[in-house]
């Protein structure tokens, strides 16, 4: 078991930018973000395959937001730039059980705690 640890989380006005990081305990194959906005279910942001070669982004961040990953240092990052109200949400850095991009929950096996990010006006 994997274990999953978000950091980079926190308070940011509108149009500005933050880095999360995720740090794996052992070795990961497609890694993914996701997040749940307040009084909202948990949705799909962007995923990575093992090798860093292909990515995926949800609609809504398209443009705004890279994911990356290194893994010789088991980390892997989700730079958000262009910040916007409706990205407030709290983040998970999850690892899948293929070395092919997922967006599905249900394609992930290992999930972190979780790091809040709150964008205002």
């Known amino acids: 078991q994997v274990q999953l640890v978000e950091s980079g989380g926190g308070w940011v006005q509108a149009g500005g930018s933050l880095r999360l990081s995720c740090t794996a305990s052992g070795v990961t194959l497609a890694m993914g973000w996701f997040r749940r906005p307040p009084g909202k279910e948990r949705e799909f942001v962007a995923a990575i395959s093992w090798s860093g070669s292909t990515t995926k982004y949800a609609d809504s961040v398209k443009g705004r937001f890279t994911i990356a990953r290194n893994n010789d240092q088991k980390m892997v990052w989700l730079h958000m730039n262009s910040l916007k109200l409706e990205d407030t949400a709290v983040y998970y850095c999850?690892?899948?059980?293929?070395?092919?991009?997922?967006?599905?929950?249900?394609?992930?096996?290992?999930w972190g705690q979780g790091t809040q990010v709150t964008v205002s006006s």
């Open positions: 999850a690892a899948g059980g293929s070395v092919n991009i997922a967006t599905a929950e249900g394609q992930y096996n290992n």
